[in-house]
C-alpha cells in the first residue's frame, strides 16, 4: 500500500534534549513537508522540500532541523532550542506540481504527538 | 504571500441538514488551488475536494461541493446530509506550486 507512515506515534522527551521524529512515503513524490499543530489550532509549515538535499523554511523554522538525503525520507529534529515543543507533528508529502500542476493534493502522515516532561 | 481565513470557530448541525463552512482567501498568484481537508479526533488530515483556480464549475465530490467564487476570493464548503461520522474539524488550505497554506479551522459537531 502507498502511503506516508510516521513514526512513532507517542514520543515523549526530557526538557534540553534532542529528538528526531520519522517520516517516510512511498508515493514517489517529490515533494515534503512538516507541520506543527497545537490544540484547536491550525497547521503551521515548519520546513518543506522539493527536492532532494534541499528545503526551505516555512514560517516558524526556529528550534528545528530537517535532512532530505533521500526523495523517501524527511526526518525532523526538534532541538533543545525549541522552546516549547509539546505539539502534534504532521508530515506530508505531494507530488511536484511541475509534473501534476496546481491541483497535486497533500498526503499526511498519521502524526506523531511529542510531549515534552 | 498566501493567507486564508476561516471565521468560523465552530458549528452544531442536525443529522441530514446541510452545513456551510466558510472560508476566504488572499494571494497574489495568478495559477492556485484550493483544498479542504477533514480531521477526525484521531488526528489524520483526509482530503476532501479541491478547486484550481481556472476551473469555471464548482467541484463536486459526493456528499462535498465546493461554491468557489473567485471575485469574492472565496471557497466556501458544502456538506450535504450531514451525517454523524462527519462531525471532525475541517480545514480550508490553498496551495501554488508546491506550497501550502491552511486556515484555522472550523469545528463541525453533527447532532442526531
Known amino acids: 500500500d502507498g502511503g506516508i507512515t510516521q513514526s512513532p506515534k507517542y514520543l515523549f522527551r526530557k526538557e534540553g534534549q534532542n529528538v528526531t521524529l520519522s517520516c517516510e512515503q512511498n508515493l514517489n513524490h517529490d515533494a515534503m513537508y512538516w507541520y506543527r499543530q497545537d490544540p484547536g489550532q491550525g497547521l503551521r509549515l515548519i520546513y518543506y522540500?522539493?527536492?532532494?538535499?534541499?528545503?526551505q523554511k516555512g514560517d516558524i523554522a526556529e528550534g528545528y532541523s530537517v535532512s532530505r538525503e533521500k526523495k523517501e525520507s524527511f526526518p525532523l529534529t526538534v532541538t533543545s532550542a525549541q522552546k516549547n515543543p509539546t505539539a502534534f507533528y504532521l508530515c506530508?508529502?505531494?507530488?511536484?506540481?511541475?509534473?501534476?500542476?496546481?491541483?497535486?493534493?497533500?498526503?499526511f502522515g498519521p502524526g506523531t504527538r511529542l510531549t515534552v516532561l | 504571500a498566501q493567507k486564508i481565513t476561516q471565521t468560523q470557530p465552530g458549528m452544531f448541525v442536525q443529522e441530514k441538514e446541510a452545513v456551510t463552512l466558510d472560508c476566504t482567501y488572499d494571494?497574489?498568484?495568478?495559477?492556485?488551488?484550493l483544498f479542504w481537508y477533514k480531521q477526525p479526533s484521531s488526528g489524520e488530515m483526509i482530503f476532501l475536494i479541491y478547486?484550481?483556480?481556472?476551473?469555471?464549475q464548482n467541484a463536486t465530490e459526493g456528499r462535498y461541493s465546493l461554491n468557489f467564487q473567485k471575485a469574492r476570493k472565496s471557497a466556501n464548503l458544502v456538506i450535504s446530509a450531514s451525517q454523524l461520522g462527519d462531525s471532525a474539524m475541517y480545514f480550508c488550505a490553498i496551495g501554488s506550486w508546491g506550497k501550502f497554506q491552511f486556515g484555522a479551522g472550523t469545528q463541525v459537531v453533527v447532532t442526531p
Open positions: 506530508a508529502s505531494a507530488q511536484n506540481p511541475a509534473v501534476g500542476g496546481i491541483g497535486n493534493e497533500q498526503f
Open positions: 494571494t497574489s498568484d495568478q495559477s492556485y488551488g
Open positions: 522540500s522539493q527536492i532532494v538535499n534541499d528545503f
Open positions: 478547486q484550481g483556480s481556472y476551473d469555471e
